[in-house]
């Protein structure tokens, strides 16, 4: 099936590093979504993303919804222990959501 | 706790065997979607129902079927079991038409075929 170009695919990083992960499409999409899924976990909706440029935080967290609609990415500063996990970005038009291939991020103390 | 229930939370079978995965979706929304993710795979969009209708197909098996009934919970059935369908499966709902918001995800349903 359909799915959006995450990268990168596998992150490592110390405590207190920021992180960066960004999604990429050849189709545009009218809403960007970001997930976060705990291991054995289903995924939790960490920001949606609804206009063309926008630039949206939550916490620690931030995402921009790129300018051609084709594209998104996230940010994490200062990541801790808990940030662990698999990163999904989403692309929705109607009710249906494309999600990416997933980030996964391992954080080191 | 998301709203979304699913059961069970895991499963043990084996092969050839036939399984009930089931759905309760979010107060109120009228979608419900199931997805197969494999060990360290993505998530694989198997079929959406939309109020007690099929809405859209994905790659979902043959082996593999589903309904919504009118309470709008949703079940999964996965016959003929193989050892390849072992995986996580989880069940998603979302608003009624016209409110694009994304997915609410279950906990999922973690299936062993042995």
């Known amino acids: 099936g359909q799915q959006l170009n995450q990268s990168p695919q596998s992150m490592f990083i110390q405590e207190g590093e920021d992180v960066s992960m960004n999604c990429t499409s050849s189709s545009i999409f009218n809403t960007w979504l970001w997930y976060k899924q705990d291991p054995g976990e289903g995924p939790v909706l960490l920001i949606a993303l609804y206009k063309a440029g926008e630039l949206t935080s939550n916490g620690r967290l931030t995402a921009q919804f790129g300018i051609t609609r084709k594209d998104s990415f996230l940010n994490i500063s200062a990541s801790i222990p808990s940030d662990v996990g698999i990163y999904f970005c989403?692309?929705?038009?109607?009710?249906?959501?494309?999600f990416g291939t997933g980030t996964r991020l391992q954080v080191f103390p | 706790d998301s709203g979304v229930t699913q059961t069970p939370k895991h499963l043990i079978t084996a092969t050839g065997q036939r399984v009930t995965l089931r759905c309760s979706p979010r107060s109120g929304d009228l979608s419900v979607y199931w997805y197969q993710q494999s060990l360290d795979q993505g998530l694989q969009f198997l079929i959406q129902y939309y109020n007690g209708e099929e809405r859209a197909k994905g790659n979902i098996l043959e082996r593999f079927s589903a309904q919504q009934f009118p309470d709008l919970h949703s079940e999964l059935n996965l016959s003929s079991l193989e050892l390849g369908d072992s995986a996580l499966y989880f069940c998603?709902?979302?608003?009624?038409?016209?409110?694009?918001?994304?997915?609410?995800f279950g906990s999922g349903t973690r299936l062993t075929v042995v």
């Open positions: 998603a709902s979302s608003g009624s038409s016209g409110t694009y918001y994304g997915y609410t």
């Open positions: 989403a692309g929705q038009n109607t009710d249906k959501l494309i």
